[in-house]
RNA sequence: AGUCUCUUAGCUCAGUUGGUAGAGCAUUACCUUGACAAGGUAGGGGUCAGCAGUUCGAGUCUGCUAGAGACUACCA
């Protein structure tokens, strides 16, 4: 950070093509969590890959503002500290409490966001709230309201009664309520057993015995009654069609209210008669409109019940109301029953109170227009391309397709205030400044409009506002753009390269992303969209702060290391949820260990050492050489392959079994004497090798492999990328291994899989026959001419990694009949003379297992290939492949047969 | 209710155009080998949820069934 490594200017390359991602902005409120833990190392990962490629690499960092969150959060800790309300104190107070608390606690997260190693750009961070993205935010507002897409009107909302707010139905999360009731309600009907009403209550029984005096509806929530302006019915049902257009007396409040026939209502579900309450349900309201019914508001804002409620109730909280009005009803007899009923309700997202359907005067935007521009990207070029495709793509096209107005006024304080002026009559004025208010108004007697924006609102524009449009210079010279500095950023990084966050603010934000910036930048915000799995604790729970069972990032950060995090996290399929194991980082936390480990050994000798040669011709090499060359530059170009379809945990896999397999168990053994001769031509190549496996594994581990790149020999900023050929050493800015199709030497790979085979079948065994780990045995091989010849030039590896003190190259065997036997791919034959050790009844147990699991293979192959159907239909080089592996198999298994026959 | 995903070794999970089932952890035996015991070497362990179909061939494609889960809408 100090050297300007993760600014875009470190790039000296004019013509270097621009790489960039945004963060999706954490809460100004918020601590890190195993979510973001997830999203920033994939993100991380493709930065530093693509810096390392050469690009002009951004990664932009930012908080967001979090309206109700850091109002709930300023509030509490303005009634501990002062024992006061935000209302005692006034909103400019309150407000610049608010940003008190920011510049002091709000920098948590942007410090675990360094401890992640997270290579964004700091010279570049943004915040919602401040002075440039405030004015973007009321440019987009003043042009939308322009166009008419923002309108005022009132409607039912989803209020939060405790946080005094409106929300959008995104900030709403259904909830099965504990014990649902549904209540059965009987509405008298007017006119018809007049005066049995009032003797109800003393004698329910007649009123059952007369149907045609009361309607029953079911409802579960029995308080709303108060502000019934209707009973509605299917028109098609029989039982209720002779009461449309008679009126209901209506209990406990003593108004009249109509029967209407509304196709809404379905006649087989509760009574097939339903009670309308306009004002404080969203259906009911459509039906009141059809119907010319009259919305009467029985809430205060608080969920109390007001005076229009009656007298009885004005006051109560709704669910006292409700209790009271049950009372009310079983005592006039009209309560017909109460069944248990699973209902699931509405909740605040942050504060999770109940959230009541009111009418209500609210800002509003209309979708439509821009959901079609966003669909019309999709369905011509299919952008964004999400990953994975199933299902998010569809998912997000069809809600889409079903978008509804988005509420975007909020009852808060904290947040953007919306840039509407009112005279005194109530004349509104939309403007980006009281002064343009002023100007058009013509009076300066004006009140801005108390609320503020919902906070994705700022976020939808994140793309491009925190890159510097704020679309004033546009505005005024036609030109995109705002200052210097700026306007080449949006230039260069609009739009950008992927986004990366969770499947739940697919709808609260993506797509609102995606419209906005085909509105107002005529560009999509971003190509490719990765939505990451969800992080579930052991037992497969989603991690909750109500069940205590989240794992804290940090924690894991000072057990195991960062790196051996990013790994495991990086490791897991990308989009699949996965459960928490800390087996899982302790293998990667080992796995640091055995780098460090590895590392170490290559250093040991190196003394002589200041070169890191580069890797070109390998003619002269020795297989080994060859071998580790071919896999460094196979495995380079499958990790580009997988990074470049974001396919991460392919990448960790890749990584893990190079360096771990080929790299330490065979390379490092291979060269291990050499090395520790003091052979400085092998050191220097070993460490080489290692420093490419250094540059592979950056991305995800960056500070072990720049811990270790620092203390290699003969590292410098020559080994950068030419991009940044000047800067400070570092590994961060050496070139991303991409991989050589030239140096994979297939040959060398299948020589070297012949020399792996022997020393792990003589190692077999070894441990079969019980051969003490200090005894050195005779290696006993028939082969081939060109077998012989690889065996030959590795004898020294292959006595030193098998334990042996003789190695016999010949035609055929000649050994004693006290021999334990193998066989090698290729008709090759092995012995291993084991006089006065061997136990004959083992090693015949051990041949017969070899050949039972070689007939096993015959078995199937024969299977297949005496299917006429298979050797006509299948691809020849198929039939072909498995007729060589037939040959191949039954020469195993005729040799061993003759083995074991010997020893009889 | 609609849409979708998942079910593979004891556990947690990979498996990208259909062609001999993989990893990590756990497990068994052996090992103070000059990088590494958080390690090394050699093993054991799976009728890929079930049924049917397409195909020469299915973990992979289609349909159904059974479990688990996700999202959206509704819920008088």
């Keep these: 950070e100090a050297n300007g490594f993760f600014t875009p200017e470190i790039n000296q390359n004019p013509a270097a093509e621009p790489f960039s991602i945004v963060i999706p902005p954490p809460n100004v409120t918020g601590t890190l969590h195993m979510g973001h833990a997830l999203q920033h190392t994939l993100m991380d990962v493709l930065t530093r890959w693509k810096r390392m490629l050469g690009f002009r690499t951004l990664f932009l960092v930012g908080v967001d503002h979090a309206g109700i969150s850091t109002q709930l959060m300023v509030t509490r800790q303005l009634k501990k500290d002062e024992h006061k309300t935000p209302q005692d104190v006034g909103r400019e107070v309150f407000t610049a409490k608010v940003w008190d608390w920011k510049n002091k606690y709000g920098g948590e997260i942007t410090q675990q966001i360094r401890r992640e190693g997270l290579s964004v750009d700091w010279t570049r961070e943004r915040f919602t709230m401040e002075e440039n993205l405030s004015r ?137 008669a339903v009670k309308i309450t306009p004002a404080h349900d969203a259906n009911d309201w459509e039906i009141g409109e059809r119907h010319g019914l009259e919305k009467l508001v029985v809430m205060n804002d608080d969920a109390t019940m007001n005076s229009a409620a009656g007298e009885a109730f004005a006051g109560l909280d709704r669910f006292e109301a409700r209790t009271k009005v049950v009372e009310e009803f079983e005592a006039l007899g009209l309560l017909e029953k109460i069944e248990d009923y699973d209902v699931t309700l509405p909740h605040c997202e942050r504060c999770k109170t109940v959230i009541e359907p009111l009418l209500s005067e609210q800002w509003f935007v209309k979708m439509d227009e ?120 949006l230039d260069v990084f609009y739009p950008t390269d992927v986004l990366v966050t969770g499947r739940d603010i697919i709808f609260l934000w993506v797509s609102r992303m995606v419209m906005t910036g085909l509105k107002f930048m005529g560009e999509r915000p971003f190509d490719d969209v990765i939505i990451h799995g969800t992080v579930l604790d052991k037992n497969g729970q989603r991690m909750s702060k109500t069940k205590s069972n989240g794992i804290d990032p940090l924690d894991v950060f000072a057990t195991y290391g960062v790196d051996a995090t990013r790994m495991t996290l990086a490791g897991s399929a990308t989009g699949i949820d996965f459960a928490w194991r800390d087996e899982r980082v302790e293998s990667f936390r080992n796995f640091s260990n055995k780098i460090w480990n590895a590392t170490r050994f290559c250093l040991m000798n190196s003394d002589g050492t200041t070169n890191i040669s580069l890797l070109a011709n390998t003619a002269n090499l020795s297989l080994p050489d060859k071998w580790i060359i071919s896999r460094l530059n196979k495995t380079a170009k499958a990790v580009n392959r997988a990074l470049g379809t974001y396919q991460f945990h392919e990448a960790v896999q890749l990584l893990y079994h190079f360096f771990w397999d080929d790299f330490c168990d065979w390379y490092i053994e291979l060269k291990k004497d050499e090395i520790t001769a003091g052979d400085a031509t092998a050191s220097a190549f070993i460490l080489t090798i290692l420093e490419q496996a250094l540059r592979l594994l950056h991305p995800f581990m960056p500070f072990l492999t720049e811990e270790l790149w620092q203390k290699l020999p003969g590292v410098s900023n020559a080994l950068h990328n030419s991009a940044y050929a000047s800067s400070e050493q570092t590994i961060m800015l050496t070139t991303f291994p991409t991989g050589d199709d030239s140096l994979i030497d297939e040959q060398a790979e299948s020589a070297m899989a012949s020399v792996i085979e022997l020393i792990t079948k003589i190692r077999n065994i070894r441990a079969e026959m019980n051969i003490k780990a200090g005894d050195r045995v005779s290696i006993h091989i028939a082969a081939d001419n060109a077998m012989r010849t690889v065996l030959a030039s590795n004898e020294a590896q292959i006595k030193k990694l098998a334990r042996a003190d003789k190695i016999v190259l010949a035609n055929s065997l000649d050994v004693p009949k006290a021999s334990a036997r193998a066989v090698l791919t290729g008709n090759a034959e092995i012995a291993v003379p084991l006089e006065g050790l061997i136990d004959f009844e083992m090693e ?61």
């Design 844 to 904: 015949r147990a051990r041949l017969q297992g070899q050949i039972e699991k070689l007939d096993l293979e015959l078995q199937r192959l024969n299977g297949q290939l005496s299917n006429a159907n298979f050797v006509e239909k299948a691809p020849k080089e198929k039939v072909d492949e498995l007729r060589d592996r037939k040959g191949e198999i039954d020469n195993q298994a005729a040799t061993l047969r003759q083995n074991l026959e010997a020893l009889n």
């Design 136 to 272: 973007a935010v009321r440019e987009v507002f003043v042009r939308l309201y322009e166009e008419g897409w923002i309108y005022r009107g009132t409607r039912i909302v989803n209020w939060c009664p405790r946080d005094k707010t409106v929300l959008s139905d995104l900030e709403v999360k259904e909830e099965k309520a504990k014990d649902g009731k549904l209540y059965y309600l009987r509405y008298p009907i007017a006119g018809v057993g007049e005066g049995e009403k009032g003797r109800g209550g003393e004698n329910p029984q007649s009123e059952i015995r007369n149907p045609q005096s009361y309607i029953t509806v079911a409802t579960t929530r029995p308080e709303t009654m108060l502000g019934d302006t209707a009973v509605a019915v299917n028109p098609e049902d029989e039982r209720y069609k002779d009461l449309i257009g008679k009126t209901i007396a209506l209990p406990l409040t003593g108004r009249e209210i109509p029967i209407v026939a509304d196709e809404y209502v379905e006649s087989n579900f509760g009574t097939g």
């Design 370 to 489: 821009m959901r079609d521009l966003a669909l019309t990207l999709m369905r011509e070029e299919n952008l964004p391309r999400f990953f994975p495709e199933v299902p998010h793509k569809k998912v997000y096209t069809t809600w889409l397709e079903n978008l509804r107005d988005w509420t975007i006024s909020r009852q808060l304080w904290w947040g953007h205030q919306i840039p509407a002026w009112y005279d005194k009559d109530g004349q509104v004025y939309v403007a980006r400044t009281k002064e343009e208010a002023v100007a058009s108004a013509e009076t300066t007697d004006l009140t801005q409009d108390p609320d503020v924006l919902d906070t994705w609102f700022s976020s939808a524009l994140w793309p491009f506002s925190t890159l510097g449009w704020t679309g004033e210079e546009e505005r005024e010279t036609g030109r995109r753009g705002d200052g210097e500095t700026d306007k080449s950023d």
